[in-house]
């Protein structure tokens, strides 16, 4: 089971920008995909952006252009730039492992291809 440690969140004005870290530890990095999700308060959780291991990336509409996912397999580490952030991006950003090694086609939006999860990092833009 890999485990996975976020990093990164704050408080930050609209239009700023953040780095959040996921730091994986627990198995072989390189070979899984990875993925940021969110979850605001009273919604449900919500896709982001993920990268195979391939690094091959996908984004929610919602933040395409605005936030780049990437990955540095010497640090076991998987990063969300978050730009131009907006009110409606404050929520808790959750980083989560693929269950399946050398998987390159596309995730699920509902996150159910994912087995592992981090604890989660605040993100909180104000207006």
């Known amino acids: 089971q890999v485990r996975l440690i ?5 408080l930050v004005q ?10 994986a530890s627990g198995r072989t990095f390189s070979v899984y995909g990875m993925g940021w999700f969110r979850q605001a308060p009273g919604k449900e959780r ?6 195979t291991w391939t ?12 936030f780049t996912i990437s990955r540095d397999n010497a640090k076991n580490t998987v ?5 131009s952030l907006k009110p ?18 596309s995730f699920s939006d509902d996150g159910g291809d994912f087995g592992s999860w ?7 833009v104000s207006s």
């Open 6 to 10: 976020e990093s990164g969140g704050g």
């Open 14 to 23: 609209a239009g700023g920008s953040l780095r959040l870290s996921c730091a």
């Open 46 to 51: 919500e896709y982001v952006a993920t990268i």
């Open 55 to 66: 690094n091959r990336e996908n984004y929610a509409d919602s933040v395409k252009g605005r």
């Open 79 to 83: 990063y969300l730039q978050m730009n």
């Open 88 to 105: 409606e991006d404050t929520a808790v950003y959750y980083c989560a492992a693929d269950r399946r090694p050398y998987y390159s086609g």
């Open 118 to 124: 981090g604890q989660g990092t605040q993100v909180t």
